[in-house]
Each structure stands twice: as C-alpha cells, then as structure tokens.
C-alpha cells in the first residue's frame, strides 16, 4: 500500500492550496482517508477523513474553510484549502484507515505517506 501526498507550496494568508493524495495497491474505495498536519515543535493533528460513503469529518480549526473529498475511480483524495491562515502552516499527511473506524486518531490509521509542506505567510 502506498499512498503520495502532493500539492503543498507557499502561499499568502487568505489563498488557497488542494493537495492531492494519489493511492494505490488498495481498494481506495473500502478504506477511510485522512489528512493530517504536524507543525514544527508540535504533535501531529487530525485535520480531516472522510469515509467509504463519503461522510466527511473536520477539525474544529479548519471546519468551514478546507473541503476534503475523494475520486475513487481515480484512487485518489483531495483536501481543498481556502481562506488559508499562517496557522496551517504544516507538513501535512494522508493517511489509510483499512476498517474505516471513522476517527481522527493517528493510532487507527495503519498507511501513511510522506508529507508534503504548507507554508501560509501572513
């Protein structure tokens, strides 16, 4: 199983980034998804997942302003940034749920991929 984390960059308080998190050596379409970030100096957060029936969850920091949504014939899923503020600067992950436990803890998340860097200047 693998799964490529792609998108980040550097952009200015109130634009916007999508990263893409391209899957393979699975069924993407019987596994829950998720985003996370890790920011210099802190743990790793949850910031989004979304499930096999596409029911979606978001943390209370980026609720209203990042859409995350999945493209399983293509066996990938996306995490629309918007309104992005220099807090979301990051190193963010996806993340494979194989029995779709519909949390955000990193502990129930058995794949992951590299990070890519979301950096948001003020």
């Known amino acids: 199983v693998q799964l490529q984390a792609s998108g980040g960059g550097y952009v200015q308080a109130g634009g916007s980034l999508r990263l893409s998190c391209e899957v393979s050596g699975i069924t993407l379409d019987t596994y829950t998804i998720g985003w996370f970030r890790q920011a210099p100096g802190k743990e790793r957060e949850g910031v989004s997942y979304?499930?096999?029936?596409?029911?979606?969850h978001y943390a209370d920091s980026v609720k209203g302003r990042f859409t995350i949504s999945r493209d399983n014939a293509k066996n990938t899923v996306y995490l629309q940034m918007d309104n992005l503020k220099p807090d979301d600067t990051a190193v963010y992950y996806c993340?494979?749920?194989?029995?779709?436990?519909?949390?955000?803890?990193?502990?129930?998340?058995?794949?992951w991929g590299q990070g890519t860097l979301v950096t948001v200047s003020s």
């Open positions: 979304i499930n096999s029936d596409r029911s979606t």
């Open positions: 993340a494979g749920d194989p029995y779709g436990s519909g949390t955000i803890s990193t502990q129930t998340y058995d794949y």
